[in-house]
């Protein structure tokens, strides 16, 4: 089964900062990996999937990349509405569809 | 507009058996793959299994493979979670999820908050 590794596990960051969130992968897929932003006491929604396709309504900002075993999800100006908590996720079929655990973004 | 319902916060003890529920609205049920997602408290998303409501064709997580019975009614367009005998540490909220053709989850539930105490 492939398990994600996800990081930092938290990261502190000020409103207009640029930042990365990296989600790494023990084996090779075809960018079957989703991202989903979390705020307290609400469900999970969707940004990013097939690796770097943004959801209809996610602000521009918000961007992911890459393939094989690695992928990123990139925010270019923190707003103040970002400050959440952010879970990768591969859903290649075959395979459990694992999350990653997890980037608290904080507000520094 | 594709809606998935769940059903109320549950308290119960330990050893006893409890049913969910997650009715879907707004799209042809049968033929997408719903999902079931497990948060501990303060913790992070847990992939547990997913239905294909159509023939009821069943993935498990092996974490979860055994301590859950996943199952659907297409009739009533609605999907459930079980279990026979529930534990303090089953206590969670449990998303329904639906998943696009094979591909990410757009559609949450609101969440079911489950508590297990004596």
Redesign the interface.
């Known amino acids: 089964d492939i398990q994600m590794t996800q990081s930092p596990s938290t990261l502190s960051a000020s409103v207009g900062d640029r930042v990365t969130i990296t989600c790494r992968a023990s084996q090779s897929f075809n960018s079957w990996l989703a991202w989903y932003q979390q705020k307290p006491g609400r469900a999970p929604k969707l940004l990013i999937y097939k690796g770097s396709v943004l959801e209809s309504g996610v602000p521009s900002r918000f961007s992911g990349s890459g393939s094989g075993t690695e992928f990123t999800l990139s925010i270019s100006s923190l707003q103040p509405d970002d400050f959440a908590t952010y879970y990768c996720q591969h859903y290649s079929s075959n395979s459990p569809h694992t999350f990653g655990q997890g980037t608290k973004l904080e507000i520094k | 507009e594709v809606q998935l319902v769940q059903s109320g916060a549950e308290v119960k003890k330990p050893g006893e058996s409890l049913k969910i529920s997650c009715k879907g609205s707004g799209y042809n049920f049968p033929y997408y793959w719903i999902?079931w997602?497990r948060q501990m408290p303060g913790k992070?998303?847990?992939?547990m299994g997913?239905i294909y409501p159509d023939d009821s064709d069943i993935?498990y997580?092996?974490?979860f493979q055994g301590q859950v019975t996943i199952s659907a009614d297409k009739s009533i367009t609605t999907a459930y979670l079980q279990w026979s005998s529930l534990k303090p540490s089953d206590t969670a909220i449990y998303?329904c999820v639906r998943?696009?053709g094979?591909?990410?989850?757009?559609h949450?539930?609101?969440?079911t908050l489950v508590t297990v105490s004596s």
């Open positions: 999902g997602v992070g998303l847990e992939w997913i993935r997580s092996p974490s998303y998943q696009e094979g591909n990410c989850y757009r949450w539930g609101q969440g």
